[in-house]
């Protein structure tokens, strides 16, 4: 028993010793870690074109479900100092080595003359999104509304998609979980989703890679196709909204059509509204033209919160218009026309598009008659510098500039602009905004607790 009480002793002594000479961390109350600042490089700059228009059906038209490409695009634009052109019969991804649209950009244009598609098809390539809101479509009978999603990475995304009506949100089965997967196309018709709709908005929301995307239009009134457009994503919400490049032509043999056929009067300028909010919208829109040369019309209108709406913009003359519009509450919107020649008509979606302080780069579709429409609806007087030309732009105006075929430009404003370019082929018509994207480098700070 004295032993092992002569033991604990010693224990407790030597317990005593090390705790004099262990040296115990130091804790603090109020005190963080410093942040570690870190360089971001920009990501590597790519475009990605969805390539020639998607048909139903194959070559022969038979294997229905199945879309396929057919035909050929052209494809221009920049990249630095070079410009180039090339043809694809499928999807193009493009890399670059400038990270913004004034030095890196592309646009692709198809004339199309099919069995099941006929038009005009122009637009932007796109850097890749996760998410795009498509205020346009139309599933009505003889109508069909295609959704584009090109996944160009090497990672599979999954999609949601959310479907705007005239009665708030249409709910349907498999609206999401679809599957984009990793070098693939994926072409959903939205009428599976919302059929015989005539009237939507759409929300495309991408997790994982992102994706180019664009909605393809395309009529066919009985058997005979009349009228096609690539839609690029539209503008963000705003309460002002301005919508250049609605140029109008052949108005009266268009009437004369609708007046001799129903199917025919979706030819008329429509203006669609979606209000995303929770309040009820009330909205002017005013259809100016260019140059204070002509006047089309004033329309004031209510869109039910979390809706979307048509208004018809009545009997315009022809003209260079643009559409500018305000609003009570924050609003997306697009507008619609058709052109006639000898043939069959072709139809224009015309997307609204934020004014910004633009530094900006575009190139004009060769073999096509192209004009830039911008608008600078602020009250401030400002100028636009197009390749080295200063052009006066008056505060509250819009103005035209005939482009030169296959020429790349560089745009900038001292006012927050607009722009769009309208491209004719033989009264094939497409518009196309001008987009001010950038990838740009910085630095970030990372704090780890």
Same mark, same amino acid.
């Given at each position: 028993?004295?032993?092992?009480?002569?033991?604990?002793?010693?224990?407790?002594?030597?317990?005593?010793?090390?705790?004099?000479?262990?040296?115990?961390?130091?804790?603090?109350?109020?005190?963080?870690?410093?942040?570690?600042?870190?360089?971001?490089?920009?990501?590597?700059?790519?475009? *990605?074109?969805?390539?020639?228009?998607?048909?139903?059906?194959?070559?022969?038209?038979?294997?229905?479900?199945?879309?396929?490409?057919?035909?050929?695009?052209?494809?221009?634009?920049?990249?630095?100092?070079?410009?180039?052109?090339?043809?694809?019969?499928?999807?193009?991804?493009?890399? +670059?080595?400038?990270?913004?649209?004034?030095?890196?950009?592309?646009?692709?244009?198809? *004339?199309?003359?099919?069995?099941?598609?006929?038009?005009?098809?122009?637009?932007?390539?796109?850097?890749?999104?996760?998410? #795009?809101?498509?205020?346009?479509?139309?599933?009505?009978?003889?109508?069909?509304?295609?959704?584009?999603? *090109?996944?160009?990475?090497?990672?599979?995304?999954?999609?949601?998609?959310?479907?705007? +009506?005239?009665?708030?949100?249409?709910? +349907? #089965?498999?609206?999401?979980?679809?599957?984009?997967?990793?070098?693939?196309?994926?072409? &959903?018709?939205?009428?599976?989703?919302?059929?015989?709709?005539?009237?939507?908005?759409?929300?495309?929301? /991408?997790?994982?890679?992102?994706?180019?995307?664009?909605?393809?239009?395309?009529?066919?009134?009985?058997?005979?196709?009349?009228?096609?457009?690539?839609?690029?994503? $539209?503008?963000?919400?705003?309460?002002?909204?301005?919508?250049?490049?609605?140029?109008?032509?052949?108005?009266?043999?268009?009437?004369?059509?609708?007046?001799?056929?129903?199917?025919?009067?979706?030819?008329?300028?429509?203006?669609?509204?979606?209000?995303?909010?929770?309040?009820?919208?009330?909205?002017?829109?005013?259809?100016?033209?260019?140059?204070?040369?002509?006047?089309?019309?004033?329309?004031?209108?209510?869109?039910?919160?979390?809706?979307?709406?048509?208004?018809?913009?009545?009997?315009? #003359?022809?003209?260079?218009?643009?559409?500018?519009?305000?609003?009570?509450?924050?609003?997306?919107?697009?507008?619609?026309?058709?052109?006639?020649?000898?043939?069959?008509?072709?139809?224009?979606?015309?997307?609204?598009?934020?004014? $910004?302080?633009?530094?900006?780069?575009?190139?004009?579709?060769?073999?096509?008659? /192209?004009?830039?429409?911008?608008?600078?609806?602020?009250?401030?007087? +400002?100028?636009? $510098?197009?390749?080295?030309?200063?052009?006066?732009?008056?505060?509250?105006?819009?103005? =035209?500039?005939?482009?030169?075929?296959?020429?790349?430009?560089?745009?900038?404003?001292? =006012?927050? #602009?607009?722009?769009?370019?309208?491209?004719?082929?033989?009264?094939?018509?497409?518009?196309?905004?001008? &987009?001010?994207?950038?990838? =740009?480098?910085?630095?970030?700070?990372?704090?780890?607790?």
């Amino acid at each position: 028993m004295y032993k092992r009480f002569l033991a604990l002793l010693v224990v407790a002594a030597l317990g005593s010793s090390v705790a004099l000479f262990v040296a115990f961390p130091k804790f603090s109350v109020g005190l963080s870690n410093s942040a570690t600042d870190i360089a971001v490089e920009a990501k590597e700059p790519q475009l *990605v074109c969805p390539g020639p228009v998607y048909v139903n059906g194959g070559a022969t038209g038979l294997k229905l479900g199945k879309f396929s490409q057919s035909g050929s695009v052209n494809i221009q634009g920049k990249d630095s100092e070079n410009q180039f052109s090339i043809s694809s019969t499928g999807v193009k991804t493009i890399s +670059g080595s400038s990270a913004a649209s004034k030095d890196f950009h592309a646009i692709q244009s198809q *004339v199309a003359a099919l069995n099941l598609a006929a038009g005009l098809a122009v637009t932007n390539c796109l850097p890749g999104l996760n998410e #795009a809101w498509f205020v346009a479509g139309d599933n009505s009978v003889g109508r069909e509304a295609l959704l584009i999603l *090109v996944n160009p990475s090497l990672v599979d995304a999954t999609v949601s998609l959310q479907i705007i +009506g005239p009665n708030g949100q249409i709910q +349907g #089965a498999g609206l999401s979980g679809i599957s984009a997967p990793a070098g693939k196309v994926t072409a &959903l018709p939205l009428a599976a989703f919302a059929p015989k709709a005539s009237t939507f908005a759409l929300q495309v929301s /991408s997790r994982g890679a992102a994706l180019g995307m664009w909605l393809q239009q395309k009529t066919i009134r009985g058997l005979t196709p009349g009228g096609l457009d690539y839609v690029g994503p $539209t503008a963000i919400a705003s309460k002002t909204l301005e919508i250049p490049g609605f140029f109008i032509r052949s108005s009266s043999k268009l009437a004369a059509l609708s007046a001799k056929d129903q199917d025919f009067l979706d030819t008329r300028p429509l203006l669609r509204v979606f209000a995303p909010g929770d309040s009820e919208t009330t909205f002017t829109a005013q259809v100016q033209g260019a140059n204070g040369a002509s006047f089309g019309t004033v329309i004031q209108g209510t869109v039910s919160a979390g809706s979307v709406a048509d208004f018809d913009l009545g009997e315009l #003359a022809d003209g260079d218009y643009i559409v500018h519009i305000e609003a009570n509450h924050e609003i997306m919107a697009s507008a619609i026309f058709n052109r006639v020649g000898l043939a069959q008509p072709d139809l224009a979606w015309s997307t609204a598009v934020t004014p $910004t302080l633009l530094d900006a780069g575009f190139t004009a579709v060769s073999g096509a008659i /192209s004009k830039l429409s911008i608008v600078n609806s602020s009250e401030k007087s +400002g100028e636009i $510098t197009l390749n080295g030309l200063i052009i006066d732009l008056p505060a509250r105006s819009n103005i =035209v500039i005939v482009l030169v075929g296959g020429t790349s430009y560089r745009l900038s404003s001292t =006012v927050p #602009a607009a722009a769009s370019q309208v491209v004719d082929v033989s009264f094939g018509v497409a518009v196309v905004p001008v &987009l001010d994207y950038r990838s =740009v480098a910085g630095r970030l700070k990372i704090l780890v607790r």
